[in-house]
């Protein structure tokens, strides 16, 4: 059954690189199209992503492959015990972005099975009527779950790639809650006076971050610091958590994510943004903030998700570009 279910992944995860799209070749200078014509090719020719009911735009960029994967449902009903002994339907919402590295295994993996390991959590109807602080448990277990249904997988052929995570919940539309592992980022755009403020949701895992430094270094890990980059682990590896990247979990890498408190949403609130960190190479997060907030129209949040991600790829970022756009108000 196991070897079944590898060569089943590992015949998606070829169709998915056959269908990514083709590293930029050089062309004739007279033949050259202009970078905002590579970037609406590479949307339009994006292979699909499990998604339901969500914005979102996602391109190779310069890399030579596509390592990001995408998956989000901002329409899942789950039934959860109630008063009286009986069932309440919520409705969560679920955006997940992950990063893949060394490889697209583990982010095509972790993409291809997390709602589904989300939603088939043990007993959901036998759970306390504490339901935020299920829903919070279950994401945990869930992203450590994949962490070592993958981590099994690479022992046994030889995988060394990894991923990042970070997945929003959004809790009957009122609140959200989100868990990061790595270096992508979410954050809300709220209203404030006459621009939009980026309020921050994640916090990166890497060596500037004296409690990762500690706990990476207390198992031995060492970190070289290039001048104008991240401290990398072992001379090539800029990150203190990942999904996979099982050579380096000897030297403190987890897959445990960090969780934020449930987040009251506010009527200020107009965005939840969740993206790779290919994004981050050339916007900050209040950048993107302030080019929503001089949007003209938000009637089409696909169209402003893809917006971002040309700005970006035009500003210089050199790595592949995720954004997926929740709308939490109106303009």
């Known amino acids: 059954m196991k ?15 056959l269908m990514n799209p083709k590293v930029i070749k050089l062309k004739p200078e007279s033949e050259v199209e202009p970078e905002e014509e590579i970037v609406a ?14 914005h979102f735009a996602s391109i190779q960029g310069r890399r030579s492959y596509q390592e990001d994967r995408v998956t989000c449902d901002l329409d899942l009903k789950i039934p959860l015990s109630g ?7 919520v409705n969560v919402g679920v955006v997940a972005v992950f990063d893949g590295h060394i490889g697209s295994a583990a982010s095509e993996m972790a993409s291809r099975l997390f709602l589904d390991k989300f939603l088939q959590r043990k007993n959901y109807g036998e759970q306390s009527s504490n339901h935020m602080e299920f829903l919070k448990s279950s994401l945990v277990k869930t992203i450590e779950e994949i962490d070592a249904e993958f981590t099994k ?22 609140r959200v809650l989100v868990a990061n592992v790595g270096d992508s980022k979410a ?8 621009l939009l403020e980026a309020k921050e949701l994640t916090e990166d895992h890497n060596a500037y971050r004296v409690d990762e430094r500690a706990r990476v270094e207390a198992s031995g890990g060492k970190f070289k610091f290039p001048p104008n980059y991240v401290p990398l ?16 979990k000897k030297y403190g890498i987890i897959a445990t994510p960090e969780v934020t408190d449930w987040l009251n949403l506010t009527s200020k609130d107009e965005f939840l943004v969740v993206a790779s960190d290919g994004i981050f190479e050339s916007l900050s997060p209040q950048e993107v903030c302030d080019f ?14 893809q917006q971002i991600v040309q700005k970006a790829f ?14 939490l108000g109106s303009k």
């Open 314 to 327: 035009l500003e210089g970022s050199t790595d592949n570009l995720s954004v997926v756009l929740v709308p």
């Open 233 to 248: 682990l072992m001379g090539h590896f800029p990150m203190t958590r990942a999904i996979g990247d099982v050579p380096l």
């Open 41 to 54: 090719a590479q949307n339009a020719t994006m292979s699909s992503v499990p998604i339901q009911n969500c």
């Open 153 to 174: 997988l690479a022992i046994e052929y030889e995988l060394y790639s990894g991923s990042t995570a970070v997945v929003a919940l959004i809790y009957n539309k009122k």
């Open 83 to 89: 008063r009286n002994d009986g069932l309440e339907e």
């Open 187 to 194: 954050f809300i755009c709220s209203r404030k006076l006459q």
């Open 3 to 17: 070897r079944i279910f590898m060569y089943g992944f590992f015949i998606v995860c070829a169709v998915g690189i």
């Open 292 to 305: 929503l907030y001089e949007a003209e129209d938000y009637s089409d949040s696909t169209f402003l998700a």
